[in-house]
């Protein structure tokens, strides 16, 4: 087909426009792969794209969405051939690069990760940016030296699709988990997903002291700002916290206390241009450590003209786990 369905965003004097409207074939971006998208998933990096809350997009037009899974169309590049399942997550996919709310994608090869057997397309994008940020996170942890010994997890932005996906494999892996959330009203799904014990944002949200009671050994922290100074403050001697959103802002009003005072480790998680080994090692450890029946329970599914409205709402705190997006 020489054009396709895609969700693409303008800018203008006037402001940005987003739509779903037919793409060209002619107006791909250059690559050696050209995918054939059945699912794609919903961020929060895809809401701030479609709302421009944020400057995610860098290049206009653009078409919108981070995360793809689909089947090789054709390719030119050794690792890759007609009939191959793949996962793409990052590489600037959405944001330099034509995204994935495309019923097709022309990318790199080396920026593609084989489908797990034991997992669909459907699967894979449940899991998403979201989820696969969120192992990269347990991982680093325990490189840090955390195990379920040393004391509980604070999992912040516990809802969100980070939240929640980290909440799943950490009690899958024997921790007990401290969820912390801004809605109350959904603790029953939190400690569905595996918490011990659910907090309220707000007990976060207050002006940060250089250290705190001491309460976890460790966490992964979505929100940044106060947030994660609190946490951060109250972080027992030789913890880590794992950092990888940025939620409630950029900014960290804390001091150097916790680091040079009770050895905590801030530990930085970037999904976007991890190295391809770690990836891969993610996406082998979300086939073990991550229930597929507690992931089905996050997990909601919408069609790709359902994305801009679902994309305002995950901005606004409206959306709960996990959102699966089937392409055509």
């Avoid at 074939?25 to 054939?36: A, F, Q």
């Avoid at 002006?207 to 992964?220: H, M, Q, S, T, V």
């Avoid at 802002?249 to 976007?272: K, N, Q, Y």
Wanted: with cysteine; hydrophobic share 45%; charged share 20%.
């Amino acid at each position: 087909m020489s054009t396709f369905k895609a969700i693409v965003i303008h800018k203008s004097e006037a402001g940005q426009t987003v739509r779903l409207t037919d793409f060209d074939n002619k107006d791909l971006m250059d690559g050696d792969v050209t995918v054939r998208v059945e699912y794609s998933t919903l961020n929060y990096k895809d809401g701030l794209a479609i709302t421009g809350k944020a400057p995610v997009v860098r290049r206009f037009p653009m078409i919108a969405g981070v995360d793809l899974a689909g089947t090789v169309e054709s390719s030119t590049h050794p690792n890759w051939k007609p009939g191959d399942k793949v996962i793409l997550n990052g590489w600037g996919l959405g944001e330099t690069h034509l995204g994935a709310y495309a019923e097709k994608a022309r990318v790199k090869g080396d920026w593609l990760v084989r489908l797990p057997a034991s997992m669909t397309a459907r699967d894979a994008m449940a899991v998403g940016t979201a989820g696969y940020t969120a192992m990269l996170a347990v991982m680093a942890l325990e490189r840090a030296g955390l195990e379920p010994s040393r004391g509980p997890m604070i999992v912040t932005g516990a809802a969100g699709g980070v939240g929640s996906v980290a909440i799943a494999i950490l009690a899958e892996l024997g921790y007990r988990v401290i969820a912390s959330t801004g809605r109350p009203e959904d603790a029953d799904y939190l400690k569905g997903l595996g918490a011990g014990e659910v907090i309220e944002r707000k007990e976060l949200t207050g002006p940060p002291r250089p250290l705190g009671k001491e309460r976890w050994a460790g966490g992964i922290d979505v929100v940044g700002s106060t947030t994660l100074a609190n946490v951060l403050s109250m972080t027992r001697y030789g913890g880590a916290i794992a950092a990888c959103g940025l939620a409630g802002g950029m900014d960290l009003p804390t001091s150097v206390a916790p680091f040079i005072l009770r050895g905590v480790s801030l530990l930085g998680i970037d999904s976007v241009m991890c190295p391809l080994p770690l990836r891969q090692e993610a996406w082998r450890r979300l086939e073990t450590d991550l229930d597929p029946a507690i992931l089905a329970t996050m997990t909601n599914e919408i069609g790709l003209d359902d994305v801009i409205a679902a994309g305002r709402s995950i901005v606004e705190g409206r959306v709960r786990g996990r959102i699966v997006v089937k392409i055509g």
